[in-house]
């Protein structure tokens, strides 16, 4: 049952940071939102992976997140009491800008014919 562990501290941080993301944090002029988490078996990191609108902000909000690194993770230990608390990385998730590109491609070839 050991192996669960790793997948029941994900759905907890994505589901408490997702709630401090809406109420602590301010994007300007972006929306950020977690589409995964993935905490490594051992509990030693936790794998924020967020995408961005519009996508262009994607570096600027990582910026943010990477200064907020050490009290977000000070605050998620606080709330969720894990021990070990894995260690936030965040990582920028392109998969909703990779889709868009490809359907812009997809239009334009249709429009060709």
Do not use: C, H, W
Not at 8 to 29: A, C, H, Q, T, Y
Not at 31 to 46: G, R, S
Not at 61 to 79: A, G, P, S
């Amino acid at each position: 049952m050991k192996f669960f562990r790793p997948q029941r501290v994900s759905n907890l941080i994505r589901e408490e940071l997702g709630k401090m993301f809406e109420r602590d944090l301010e994007f300007p002029e972006a929306l950020v939102t977690i589409t995964d988490v993935d905490v490594n078996t051992k509990l030693e990191a936790a794998i924020i992976n967020f995408s961005v609108l519009p996508s262009e902000k994607s570096e600027r909000v990582l910026e943010i997140l990477n200064k907020l690194k050490r009290d977000l993770q000070f605050k998620m230990n606080r709330k969720l009491n894990i021990r070990p608390m894995p260690e936030l990385v965040f990582k920028i998730d392109y998969g909703l800008r990779n889709a868009a590109l490809i359907e812009k491609a997809l239009l334009k070839d249709k429009d060709r014919e």
